[in-house]
């Protein structure tokens, strides 16, 4: 069983910055896969970013390549989410995601959510 909760989100001016932080409970933290998912009003919950058990892997939504960056720390069982150049078209709920085993980018192969964390953009 894997908690999980963010924190970090906000509002910001286009071309600004936020780091988003996840804290998981659990001792089994380093097993699990780590990713943040986010699903802007109307539309459906999408991937961003996901990490290894290891931090040696990461994997990107095209959409973030090149802003965006995930990192993980085990020892203090906490992923985080640097994402700089903001856009307007990044607001969403953001919700931080575990499971076990591969890298995934669809939703329905999530173990665990996160409740969420508002990420507003303006222009």
């Known amino acids: 069983q894997v908690q999980l909760v963010e924190s970090g989100g906000g509002l910001v001016q286009a071309g600004g910055s936020l780091r988003l932080s996840c804290a998981a409970s659990?001792?089994?933290?380093?097993?699990?896969?780590m990713g943040w998912f986010r699903q802007a009003p109307g539309k459906e919950r999408e991937f961003v970013a996901a990490?290894?058990?290891?931090?040696?892997?990461?994997s990107y939504a095209d959409s973030v390549k090149g802003r965006f960056t995930i990192s993980r720390d085990n020892a203090n069982t906490t992923v985080y989410l640097q994402m700089n150049t903001l856009k307007p078209e990044d607001t969403a709920v953001y919700y931080c995601?575990?499971?076990?085993?591969?890298?995934?980018?669809?939703?329905?192969?999530?173990?665990?959510w996160g409740q969420g964390t508002q990420v507003t953009v303006s222009s």
């Open positions: 990490i290894s058990w290891s931090g040696g892997s990461t």
């Open positions: 995601a575990a499971r076990k085993g591969r890298i995934a980018t669809m939703r329905t192969e999530i173990d665990y």
């Open positions: 659990g001792r089994t933290f380093r097993t699990y896969v």
